[in-house]
């Protein structure tokens, strides 16, 4: 108040101009006019804001906004404030701004404050479009509400976030690896490279915190290899800040979602988020590649099939079986040849759980996950 009756002052006696009083007190010349017209009318009075004491005509009323706040104790309590708001707008018919509702469940301690974020640190930038580069990782949560805790399986693109793939699964693994890879690589075809962790089921390394033996390839490092795509490890959490915040988000929200809409077991929370969660996660949070073109190469399912799968080499034994993961595999007879003994053959395990022997390339024989024949791809007989 003292500022403003210097500045009239001066400005009265000629000192200064209107535009210059205006510059002084931080307002515009025209408002320097009105308050000092008000000034004039009314003295001190006159300069407070006439906005005090009036309700405004766009308040909330103090119902809805208990409404609200019942919405979020009974129904989404604990959900972050973003979540929450976007399932208000969507689902229960509410206009209110974010940070308006954030404001009301502060002041409600129904969410506490955000900490302070640590120092900036420059993060990799992303690949300029879709397919130059994937990740691929897992994350342990309590996923479904009131079971035991799962491995959620994602595979997402670096330019774009957009996830392509993403699954529970008892413990994370080569299998589950595949089976990501597969989904992908058959919806969108070979990128040009997959980024992950030092997991066992990726790479070999011979002393921890050392760099991987690129030279000893594990399964996955065969497939990728076989399949010309390159395979690069990351050496810290830090360095997978993107996987690292995407599953940051995934925790928060996934679980709600599954609570949300009742499921409980394995194959229902699959489908849910397949069909339903992954488009709205996608359309929230993929963003547009920085160029509108596509590194990914068509790929033969079929082929893929046969790549993206557990392959090892056994030797038949004297009775026609092939050892393999604790089961005895009996061969059938074939007609290209008397016997198999002492042949080296290739055991094929699919993500599904199934077998395959192969002489060459020659499949001779399929069986189920518990060993038994489910194929006989050679007719069975002797050859001539």
Same mark, same amino acid.
């Given at each position: ?142 996923? %479904?509400?009131?079971?035991?805790? %799962? ?29 990501? %890879? ?34 000893? %390839? ?167």
């Amino acid at each position: 108040m003292q500022k403003f009756r210097d500045v009239l002052s001066r400005w009265d006696g000629g000192d200064l101009s209107m535009m210059e009083a205006g510059e002084l007190l931080g307002m515009s010349e025209r408002q320097f006019r009105r308050y000092r017209d008000r000034y004039e009318e009314a003295g001190e009075d006159g300069l407070r804001d006439r906005r005090l004491g009036k309700i405004s005509t766009r308040r909330v009323p103090a119902e809805a906004i208990e409404e609200m706040l019942e919405l979020y104790r009974n129904r989404y309590l604990g959900w972050n404030v973003k979540h929450f708001h976007e399932h208000l707008i969507r689902d229960h018919d509410f206009s209110w701004g974010y940070t308006f509702i954030k404001t009301q469940l502060h002041a409600a301690g129904l969410v506490e404050r955000a900490k302070r974020r640590g120092a900036h640190r420059r993060k990799r930038e992303r690949k300029p479009c879709e397919g130059m580069m994937l990740h691929q990782d897992g994350s342990r949560h309590a996923w %479904l509400a009131g079971q035991p805790e %799962l491995d959620l399986i994602v595979t997402m693109d670096d330019a774009t976030s957009k996830l392509y793939s993403a699954f529970l699964v008892a413990e994370e693994g080569t299998a589950s690896s595949f089976q990501g %890879l597969m989904e992908t690589f058959a919806a969108k075809g070979l990128p040009s490279s997959l980024y992950t962790d030092r997991g066992s089921h990726y790479f070999v390394t011979l002393k921890a915190g050392e760099a991987v033996d690129k030279s000893r %390839l594990t399964q996955v490092g065969r497939a990728l290899r076989q399949l010309g795509i390159e395979h690069i490890p990351a050496y810290s959490p830090e360095a997978r800040g993107r996987s690292e915040r995407m599953f940051s988000t995934l925790q928060d929200r996934l679980p709600k979602e599954l609570a949300l809409a009742g499921i409980a077991d394995i194959e229902a929370a699959n489908r849910f988020i397949a069909q339903t969660y992954l488009p709205a996660h996608n359309a929230r949070f993929a963003r547009p590649a920085a160029v509108q073109d596509s590194a990914f190469v068509a790929a033969d399912p079929q082929q893929l099939a046969e790549i993206l799968c557990i392959q090892e080499e056994r030797v038949v034994a004297r009775d026609n079986t092939v050892a393999f993961a604790r089961l005895r595999l009996q061969l059938p007879q074939s007609p290209i040849r008397h016997h198999f003994v002492k042949a080296t053959v290739k055991v094929r395990q699919y993500p599904d759980g199934t077998l395959a022997i192969f002489h060459g390339p020659r499949r001779i024989a399929t069986y189920n996950s518990q060993g038994t024949a489910i194929q006989q791809t050679c007719p069975i007989g002797r050859a001539a």
